[in-house]
């Protein structure tokens, strides 16, 4: 008989958690530990606990939430018996509770710990800031979301309601965007309504989408949260729950939206940073369909992902029908737009600024060979944040005028693209844009052992990139120096590798990513 612990009891006082565990065969645990599920920074505590037999094994222990870090963190509980160790799981009846009461501590002024059920139900403890999202107020209106969508369902099946939207439902201005402007300028009316774009009334973009406004859906609103559970299909750059609050305590809608069909547009071309265990078919966020935009990143989709090639359609990323150099020859620009690093997120100020990422740029900015090569050239550089570490954007300074500061959102991503001379990037997916338009790109990779290491790419970086690849400073200043003198000419063995890396060069991408659609669904 498979050994199985459940979780059978969560109960709450002040800043103490209080489990029952339960198995149904007669354990004598060793150990019982809190384990957090970060790679980069792991952490681990013992709990006390107690046992009892009867015709099952009972195990009562608890967790003090007061001498755990306030940072986001996932925790699992482990329970250790001999050799072996396993995975607390919660139980049907616990799973129903928590999504239908507030099992939650807060810590400090601002964080939340609250337990949710994992990949495959097992025990997670969360540990995250608070939002304005864990209210009462919101709890209601999914609840009578939920309700009114039993009722209206049967009736809302032939509509074939598509949402659309960006990372974490709060931006304008990626492939989701531009599909669904292609639908509202080229589809026939009728067709039109029954399609819509998600987007937060706080994103910078709000205002540029009101000529769209009866087909925008205010985030968190109880229309937004209703047609979440009533469309057909999401059309997306992101994965599905990035159509909801992020990271919210269980509830009714998560759990829907994790059963709707996702067509995936893609924020960028894969190639440099495995994601397979998150958008691969048996990963944590799978999709139905998966749009790539050449023969080599399908293959990478089949290879790797385990999609077959019907439900991976070479069609092109949407963004590119609207991308065309605008770069001025008078008016030099070179993009700087390094990827995020996922062992800086949801880290503090003073743990940022000691990190290499920081160090490296703000080194880069203060390096007087650059600001006097800069200067002598009129060339700007402009600094373009990733989404996920904006909040670190005020940490940086740049003492030359010629170095331009930009946080997320600040900028149109695509103008800054159209508009550049070139761009330094490291692992970047953005690099595929700027090469579409034939501009030169250079990979910044001096932190490459620790990216392989925790990331992992699906390119030799060694031998399959389509720009210059530098590791040191000094092979970074003259890099850029060689393109500044050459106007920003791509070198030749860059040019030859084009034909094979895009299928379609031919503005006609959300055209085909709307046939594809329709065909199959």
């Not at 402007?181 to 998600?198: A, D, G, K, N, V």
């Not at 203060?366 to 989404?387: A, D, G, R, V």
């Not at 700027?434 to 910044?444: A, Q």
């Amino acid at each position: 008989m498979e050994t199985i612990i459940y979780v059978t009891s969560v109960k709450i006082k002040k800043a103490m958690m209080y489990l029952t565990l339960q198995s149904e065969q007669q354990l004598n645990p060793s150990s019982i530990t809190l384990i957090c599920k970060n790679e980069i920074s792991p952490a681990a505590v013992s709990l006390d606990f107690t046992v009892s037999h009867t015709d099952k094994t009972v195990i009562q222990t608890c967790i003090d939430t007061s001498l755990l870090r306030l940072r986001t963190d996932d925790w699992e509980l482990s329970v250790s018996m001999e050799n072996r160790t396993f995975a607390a799981v919660l139980d049907s009846h616990i799973r129903a509770s928590l999504i239908l009461f507030s099992y939650k501590i807060t810590s400090g002024q601002n964080f939340l710990f609250f337990p949710m059920g994992g990949p495959c139900h097992k025990f997670l403890l969360r540990c995250r800031p608070i939002s304005k999202y864990d209210g009462i107020s919101t709890q209601l209106k999914e609840l009578a979301a939920f309700a009114l969508s039993r009722l209206l369902k049967p009736f809302w099946k032939k509509k074939k309601i598509w949402l659309i939207y960006e990372k974490y439902s709060s931006s304008a201005q990626d492939n989701g965007f531009y599909f669904f402007q292609y639908c509202m300028e080229q589809l026939p009316p009728q067709r039109r309504r029954q399609i819509y774009f998600i987007l937060d009334r706080s994103s910078a973009q709000w205002s540029d989408v009101q000529q769209y406004k009866k087909q925008v859906l205010p985030f968190m609103s109880f229309r937004h949260i209703l047609y979440l559970l009533l469309a057909d299909l999401y059309v997306a750059s992101d994965a599905r729950l990035h159509a909801f609050a992020w990271k919210p305590m269980p509830n009714l809608i998560s759990r829907e939206i994790n059963r709707h069909d996702i067509f995936f547009l893609q924020h960028g071309v894969l190639g440099l940073k495995r994601v397979e265990n998150l958008f691969g078919k048996d990963g944590a966020s799978p999709m139905t369909y998966f749009a790539v935009s050449s023969e080599a990143e399908q293959h990478i989709v089949t290879e790797y992902f385990g999609y077959d090639k019907a439900h991976a359609p070479i069609v092109g990323l949407a963004r590119w029908d609207v991308l065309e150099n605008k770069a001025d020859p008078e008016e030099k620009k070179i993009l700087v737009m390094p990827t995020w690093r996922s062992w800086l997120e949801d880290k503090d100020d003073d743990f940022f600024c000691r990190s290499e990422y920081y160090q490296t740029y703000m080194n880069l900015f203060q390096n007087k060979e650059l600001l006097s090569l800069l200067e002598k050239t009129h060339t700007k550089m402009i600094f373009y944040i990733h989404p996920k570490l904006k909040e670190f954007i005020n940490t940086f300074h740049a003492e030359s005028s010629l170095i331009q500061l930009v946080s997320f959102g600040q900028c149109a991503l695509n103008q800054l693209i159209m508009e550049c001379s070139m761009l330094i990037t490291d692992y970047s997916s953005v690099c595929w844009d700027v090469y579409y338009l034939e501009k030169p790109v250079v990979f910044y990779q001096f932190d490459h052992e620790l990216y392989e290491k925790t990331n992992g790419s699906y390119l030799d970086m060694e031998h399959d990139l389509f720009g210059d690849r530098c590791i040191q400073e000094t092979q970074l200043i003259s890099c850029i120096e060689h393109y500044i003198q050459t106007d920003f000419c791509e070198k030749e063995e860059y040019k030859k590798m084009r034909k094979d890396l895009f299928a379609f060069r031919d503005h006609n991408n959300c055209k085909r990513i709307c046939d594809f659609i329709d065909k199959n669904r």
